[in-house]
Protein backbone atom coordinates (compact mmCIF):
# COMPACT_ATOMS: atom_id res chain seq x y z
CA UNK A 1 0.00 0.00 0.00
CA UNK A 2 1.32 3.52 -0.75
CA UNK A 3 2.77 5.67 2.10
CA UNK A 4 0.39 7.95 3.53
CA UNK A 5 0.76 11.68 2.52
CA UNK A 6 1.21 14.16 5.23
CA UNK A 7 3.64 16.75 3.78
CA UNK A 8 3.82 17.91 0.18
CA UNK A 9 6.84 19.80 -1.03
CA UNK A 10 5.73 22.44 -4.68
CA UNK A 11 8.37 23.88 -6.72
CA UNK A 12 8.22 25.75 -10.41
CA UNK A 13 11.12 24.98 -12.73
CA UNK A 14 12.29 26.11 -15.84
CA UNK A 15 10.90 28.99 -17.75
CA UNK A 16 8.29 30.86 -16.01
CA UNK A 17 5.06 31.02 -17.07
CA UNK A 18 1.99 33.41 -16.06
CA UNK A 19 -0.66 31.52 -13.75
CA UNK A 20 2.76 29.66 -12.31
CA UNK A 21 1.77 31.62 -9.03
CA UNK A 22 -1.93 30.61 -9.05
CA UNK A 23 -0.94 27.11 -8.93
CA UNK A 24 0.99 27.54 -6.32
CA UNK A 25 -1.57 28.95 -4.22
CA UNK A 26 -3.50 26.24 -4.86
CA UNK A 27 -1.62 23.65 -3.80
CA UNK A 28 -0.77 25.12 -0.94
CA UNK A 29 -4.53 25.81 -0.08
CA UNK A 30 -5.75 22.36 -1.07
CA UNK A 31 -2.67 20.81 1.47
CA UNK A 32 -4.38 23.40 4.14
CA UNK A 33 -7.61 22.23 3.70
CA UNK A 34 -7.09 18.74 4.09
CA UNK A 35 -4.76 19.59 6.46
CA UNK A 36 -1.25 18.44 5.32
CA UNK A 37 1.77 20.29 5.96
CA UNK A 38 2.97 22.42 2.73
CA UNK A 39 6.36 23.33 1.99
CA UNK A 40 8.07 25.60 -0.85
CA UNK A 41 11.57 24.70 -2.70
CA UNK A 42 12.66 28.41 -4.21
CA UNK A 43 14.42 27.79 -7.39
CA UNK A 44 12.98 24.49 -8.62
CA UNK A 45 15.14 21.20 -8.71
CA UNK A 46 18.27 23.32 -8.14
CA UNK A 47 16.61 24.78 -4.45
CA UNK A 48 15.90 20.98 -3.63
CA UNK A 49 19.80 19.89 -4.48
CA UNK A 50 20.24 22.88 -1.35
CA UNK A 51 17.55 22.41 0.56
CA UNK A 52 16.53 26.00 -0.04
CA UNK A 53 12.73 25.36 1.77
CA UNK A 54 10.29 27.02 3.47
CA UNK A 55 6.85 26.06 5.18
CA UNK A 56 3.87 27.76 3.60
CA UNK A 57 0.52 28.30 5.02
CA UNK A 58 -2.87 29.26 3.10
CA UNK A 59 -1.99 32.95 4.25
CA UNK A 60 1.62 32.80 2.79
CA UNK A 61 0.07 32.60 -0.83
CA UNK A 62 -2.26 35.91 -0.57
CA UNK A 63 -2.59 38.28 -3.06
CA UNK A 64 -0.34 36.48 -5.82
CA UNK A 65 -3.06 34.83 -7.87
CA UNK A 66 -2.93 38.05 -9.90
CA UNK A 67 0.76 38.24 -10.34
CA UNK A 68 3.17 36.58 -13.40
CA UNK A 69 6.05 35.31 -12.74
CA UNK A 70 6.26 32.81 -9.87
CA UNK A 71 7.44 33.58 -6.17
CA UNK A 72 9.33 30.37 -5.33
CA UNK A 73 11.42 31.60 -8.45
CA UNK A 74 12.50 28.95 -11.05
CA UNK A 75 16.02 27.60 -12.62
CA UNK A 76 17.14 25.01 -15.27
CA UNK A 77 19.41 23.26 -12.42
CA UNK A 78 22.22 21.16 -14.51
CA UNK A 79 23.02 19.85 -11.13
CA UNK A 80 19.87 18.26 -11.25
CA UNK A 81 20.85 16.49 -14.49
CA UNK A 82 23.43 14.63 -12.39
CA UNK A 83 22.75 11.08 -10.30
CA UNK A 84 25.01 13.29 -7.50
CA UNK A 85 22.59 15.95 -7.88
CA UNK A 86 19.27 13.97 -7.91
CA UNK A 87 20.69 11.71 -4.62
CA UNK A 88 21.22 15.29 -2.49
CA UNK A 89 17.68 16.52 -3.85
CA UNK A 90 16.87 12.99 -2.20
CA UNK A 91 18.43 13.38 0.82
CA UNK A 92 16.87 16.73 1.11
CA UNK A 93 13.37 15.13 1.28
CA UNK A 94 13.86 12.75 3.45
CA UNK A 95 15.81 14.56 6.03
CA UNK A 96 12.79 17.69 5.85
CA UNK A 97 10.12 14.51 6.35
CA UNK A 98 8.33 15.39 3.19
CA UNK A 99 6.44 12.48 1.07
CA UNK A 100 5.44 13.79 -2.09
CA UNK A 101 6.50 16.63 -4.93
CA UNK A 102 4.27 18.70 -6.75
CA UNK A 103 6.44 20.14 -9.84
CA UNK A 104 5.24 22.99 -12.20
CA UNK A 105 6.90 23.29 -14.99
CA UNK A 106 7.41 22.11 -18.88
CA UNK A 107 9.05 19.06 -20.34
CA UNK A 108 12.67 19.76 -19.20
CA UNK A 109 10.68 19.58 -15.30
CA UNK A 110 8.71 16.47 -16.18
CA UNK A 111 11.81 14.73 -17.24
CA UNK A 112 13.61 15.60 -14.30
CA UNK A 113 10.76 14.26 -12.12
CA UNK A 114 10.42 11.16 -13.82
CA UNK A 115 14.20 10.32 -13.55
CA UNK A 116 14.00 11.15 -9.75
CA UNK A 117 10.64 8.49 -9.42
CA UNK A 118 12.54 6.03 -11.44
CA UNK A 119 15.50 6.12 -9.48
CA UNK A 120 14.08 6.88 -5.67
CA UNK A 121 10.65 5.94 -6.26
CA UNK A 122 9.69 9.03 -4.20
CA UNK A 123 5.82 10.08 -6.00
CA UNK A 124 6.04 12.93 -8.24
CA UNK A 125 3.08 14.94 -9.92
CA UNK A 126 3.31 17.63 -12.50
CA UNK A 127 1.05 20.71 -13.46
CA UNK A 128 2.27 21.94 -17.33
CA UNK A 129 3.24 25.44 -17.15
CA UNK A 130 4.67 26.61 -20.15
CA UNK A 131 3.62 29.93 -22.88
CA UNK A 132 4.76 27.23 -25.27
CA UNK A 133 1.57 25.25 -24.59
CA UNK A 134 3.99 21.88 -25.97
CA UNK A 135 2.53 19.59 -23.82
CA UNK A 136 1.32 15.80 -24.96
CA UNK A 137 -2.09 15.18 -23.13
CA UNK A 138 -2.73 18.36 -22.07
CA UNK A 139 -5.24 21.04 -24.26
CA UNK A 140 -3.46 23.87 -22.69
CA UNK A 141 -0.21 24.64 -21.08
CA UNK A 142 -0.51 27.84 -17.76
CA UNK A 143 0.66 30.66 -19.04
CA UNK A 144 -0.16 30.29 -22.78
CA UNK A 145 -3.93 32.09 -22.61
CA UNK A 146 -2.05 34.65 -21.08
CA UNK A 147 0.64 34.77 -23.55
CA UNK A 148 -1.23 34.67 -26.51
CA UNK A 149 -3.37 37.65 -25.63
CA UNK A 150 -0.13 40.07 -24.93
CA UNK A 151 1.21 38.85 -28.45
CA UNK A 152 -2.60 40.02 -30.08
CA UNK A 153 -2.11 43.23 -28.47
CA UNK A 154 1.45 43.97 -29.66
CA UNK A 155 0.83 42.54 -32.48
CA UNK A 156 -2.42 44.66 -33.05
CA UNK A 157 -0.73 47.89 -31.88
CA UNK A 158 2.30 46.80 -34.57
CA UNK A 159 -0.93 46.60 -37.14
CA UNK A 160 -1.56 50.51 -36.24
CA UNK A 161 1.87 51.19 -37.53
CA UNK A 162 2.14 48.84 -40.30
CA UNK A 163 -1.03 50.49 -41.67
CA UNK A 164 -0.29 53.63 -41.46
CA UNK A 165 3.31 53.25 -43.34
CA UNK A 166 2.18 50.83 -45.56
CA UNK A 167 5.31 48.51 -44.48
CA UNK A 168 5.88 44.93 -44.13
CA UNK A 169 6.17 43.59 -40.48
CA UNK A 170 7.92 40.35 -39.62
CA UNK A 171 7.31 39.48 -36.08
CA UNK A 172 9.20 36.74 -33.78
CA UNK A 173 6.78 35.10 -31.60
CA UNK A 174 8.16 32.71 -28.79
CA UNK A 175 7.61 28.54 -29.22
CA UNK A 176 11.04 26.08 -29.85
CA UNK A 177 8.89 23.51 -30.98
CA UNK A 178 5.70 24.54 -31.44
CA UNK A 179 3.80 26.70 -33.23
CA UNK A 180 0.64 27.25 -30.88
CA UNK A 181 1.25 30.69 -29.94
CA UNK A 182 2.10 31.20 -33.33
CA UNK A 183 -0.70 29.83 -35.27
CA UNK A 184 -3.22 30.96 -32.99
CA UNK A 185 -1.85 34.48 -32.35
CA UNK A 186 -1.59 34.78 -35.90
CA UNK A 187 -5.35 34.20 -36.96
CA UNK A 188 -6.16 36.03 -33.74
CA UNK A 189 -4.37 39.28 -34.88
CA UNK A 190 -5.00 38.89 -38.85
CA UNK A 191 -1.62 37.97 -40.11
CA UNK A 192 -1.08 37.24 -44.04
CA UNK A 193 0.80 34.57 -43.01
CA UNK A 194 2.48 32.32 -40.54
CA UNK A 195 5.65 30.03 -40.41
CA UNK A 196 5.74 27.36 -38.08
CA UNK A 197 8.08 25.00 -36.42
CA UNK A 198 5.37 21.79 -37.41
CA UNK A 199 5.89 22.89 -40.87
CA UNK A 200 8.35 23.17 -43.67
CA UNK A 201 6.98 25.30 -46.37
CA UNK A 202 9.99 26.56 -47.46
CA UNK A 203 10.63 30.56 -47.75
CA UNK A 204 9.00 30.23 -51.42
CA UNK A 205 5.44 29.53 -49.78
CA UNK A 206 5.91 33.22 -48.08
CA UNK A 207 6.82 34.95 -51.11
CA UNK A 208 3.99 33.83 -52.88
CA UNK A 209 1.66 34.70 -49.81
CA UNK A 210 3.06 38.27 -50.42
CA UNK A 211 2.82 38.32 -54.41
CA UNK A 212 -0.91 37.24 -53.66
CA UNK A 213 -1.49 40.20 -50.94
CA UNK A 214 0.47 42.55 -53.38
CA UNK A 215 -2.19 41.63 -55.97
CA UNK A 216 -5.28 41.67 -53.89
CA UNK A 217 -4.81 45.02 -52.89
CA UNK A 218 -3.22 45.13 -48.99
CA UNK A 219 -0.85 48.07 -49.02
CA UNK A 220 0.69 46.00 -45.20
CA UNK A 221 1.46 42.68 -44.34
CA UNK A 222 1.92 40.98 -41.24
CA UNK A 223 3.89 37.62 -41.08
CA UNK A 224 4.04 36.04 -37.78
CA UNK A 225 7.14 33.61 -37.61
CA UNK A 226 7.82 31.09 -34.76
CA UNK A 227 11.14 31.13 -33.12
CA UNK A 228 11.49 27.21 -33.94
CA UNK A 229 10.35 27.90 -37.60
CA UNK A 230 12.11 25.58 -40.02
CA UNK A 231 13.26 27.87 -43.14
CA UNK A 232 17.25 27.51 -42.05
CA UNK A 233 17.35 31.69 -41.84
CA UNK A 234 16.73 33.82 -38.77
CA UNK A 235 14.36 36.24 -38.91
CA UNK A 236 16.47 39.57 -39.61
CA UNK A 237 17.79 36.72 -42.49
CA UNK A 238 14.61 36.23 -44.02
CA UNK A 239 13.85 40.56 -43.92
CA UNK A 240 16.80 40.56 -46.00
CA UNK A 241 15.87 37.75 -48.63
CA UNK A 242 12.86 39.52 -49.12
CA UNK A 243 13.92 42.87 -49.23
CA UNK A 244 16.45 41.54 -52.62
CA UNK A 245 13.31 40.77 -54.57
CA UNK A 246 11.27 43.12 -53.33
CA UNK A 247 12.70 46.81 -53.05
CA UNK A 248 9.27 48.28 -53.00
CA UNK A 249 8.64 46.70 -49.01
CA UNK A 250 9.63 48.91 -46.19
CA UNK A 251 10.55 46.04 -44.05
CA UNK A 252 10.76 45.85 -40.81
CA UNK A 253 11.17 43.43 -38.06
CA UNK A 254 10.21 42.98 -34.69
CA UNK A 255 11.04 40.00 -31.73
CA UNK A 256 8.35 40.05 -29.16
CA UNK A 257 10.63 38.27 -27.07
CA UNK A 258 10.61 37.98 -22.95
CA UNK A 259 7.25 40.14 -22.76
CA UNK A 260 5.52 37.10 -24.17
CA UNK A 261 6.38 35.22 -20.80
CA UNK A 262 5.39 38.41 -18.20
CA UNK A 263 1.74 39.90 -17.07
CA UNK A 264 -0.74 38.94 -15.01
CA UNK A 265 -2.29 36.24 -15.75
CA UNK A 266 -5.69 35.71 -17.72
CA UNK A 267 -8.82 34.09 -15.69
CA UNK A 268 -8.47 31.28 -17.93
CA UNK A 269 -4.96 30.68 -16.65
CA UNK A 270 -6.16 31.56 -13.13
CA UNK A 271 -8.64 29.14 -13.36
CA UNK A 272 -6.91 26.18 -15.01
CA UNK A 273 -4.56 26.62 -11.99
CA UNK A 274 -6.68 26.54 -9.38
CA UNK A 275 -7.94 23.46 -10.90
CA UNK A 276 -4.83 21.47 -11.28
CA UNK A 277 -3.17 22.40 -8.46
CA UNK A 278 -6.40 20.92 -6.32
CA UNK A 279 -5.95 17.93 -8.53
CA UNK A 280 -2.39 17.47 -7.83
CA UNK A 281 -2.95 17.51 -4.59
CA UNK A 282 -6.13 15.29 -4.54
CA UNK A 283 -4.02 12.86 -6.36
CA UNK A 284 -0.51 12.15 -4.44
CA UNK A 285 -3.51 11.87 -1.40
CA UNK A 286 -4.86 9.49 -3.77
CA UNK A 287 -2.19 7.43 -3.94
CA UNK A 288 -0.94 8.67 -7.83
CA UNK A 289 2.56 9.19 -8.94
CA UNK A 290 4.68 9.97 -11.79
CA UNK A 291 1.24 11.70 -13.67
CA UNK A 292 0.92 15.02 -14.50
CA UNK A 293 -2.22 16.90 -14.60
CA UNK A 294 -3.98 17.94 -17.38
CA UNK A 295 -6.96 19.48 -18.85
CA UNK A 296 -8.77 17.78 -21.91
CA UNK A 297 -12.32 18.74 -22.86
CA UNK A 298 -12.59 20.94 -19.52
CA UNK A 299 -12.22 18.18 -17.41
CA UNK A 300 -9.10 17.50 -15.35
CA UNK A 301 -7.08 14.44 -16.50
CA UNK A 302 -4.29 11.72 -15.27
CA UNK A 303 -1.35 11.70 -18.08
CA UNK A 304 1.30 9.56 -17.12
CA UNK A 305 4.70 11.31 -17.47
CA UNK A 306 6.14 9.60 -20.18
CA UNK A 307 3.15 10.48 -22.52
CA UNK A 308 3.21 14.08 -21.65
CA UNK A 309 6.77 13.78 -22.48
CA UNK A 310 6.34 12.01 -26.01
CA UNK A 311 6.81 14.22 -29.01
CA UNK A 312 3.51 13.41 -31.28
CA UNK A 313 1.42 15.90 -30.54
CA UNK A 314 -1.02 16.26 -33.35
CA UNK A 315 -0.79 19.71 -35.23
CA UNK A 316 -3.65 21.46 -35.83
CA UNK A 317 -4.30 21.09 -39.33
CA UNK A 318 -8.37 22.57 -39.37
CA UNK A 319 -6.45 25.76 -37.67
CA UNK A 320 -3.81 26.25 -40.19
CA UNK A 321 -6.84 25.55 -42.81
CA UNK A 322 -8.41 28.93 -40.96
CA UNK A 323 -5.57 30.52 -41.20
CA UNK A 324 -5.00 29.88 -44.79
CA UNK A 325 -8.58 30.98 -45.30
CA UNK A 326 -9.06 34.18 -43.77
CA UNK A 327 -5.97 35.52 -45.11
CA UNK A 328 -6.86 35.79 -48.72
O1 LIG B 1 9.81 27.24 -23.07
C1 LIG B 1 9.33 28.51 -22.93
C2 LIG B 1 10.19 29.51 -23.64
O2 LIG B 1 9.63 30.76 -23.40
C3 LIG B 1 10.39 29.25 -25.13
O3 LIG B 1 9.33 29.67 -25.94
C4 LIG B 1 11.66 30.01 -25.40
O4 LIG B 1 12.31 29.49 -26.51
C5 LIG B 1 12.43 29.78 -24.16
O5 LIG B 1 11.50 29.53 -23.13
C6 LIG B 1 13.35 30.91 -23.78
O6 LIG B 1 14.05 30.52 -22.65
P1 LIG B 1 15.02 31.48 -21.84
O7 LIG B 1 14.18 32.42 -21.06
O8 LIG B 1 15.79 30.56 -20.96
O9 LIG B 1 15.84 32.20 -22.84
Redesign the pocket.
Known amino acids: MAKKINKIAVLTS??DAPGMNAAIRAVVRSCSYYNLECVGVYRGFQGLIEADFEPLTARSVRNIINKGGTFLKSS?SEEFKTKEGRAKAHKNLIDAGIDALVAIG?DGTFTGGLYFNNEFNFPIVGIPA???NDINGTDYTLGYDTALNTVVEAIDKIRDTASSHNRLFLIEV???DAGDIALNSGIGAGAEEILLPEEDQGIQRMMDSLEKSKKSGKTSSIIVVA?GEKSGKNIFQLAEFISQSHEEYDIKVSVLG?IQ?GGSPSCFDRVLASKLGVGAVEALTDGKTNIMLGVHHQKVVHVPLETALKEDREFDQELRRVANITSV
Open positions: GGRGTIDMGREHR
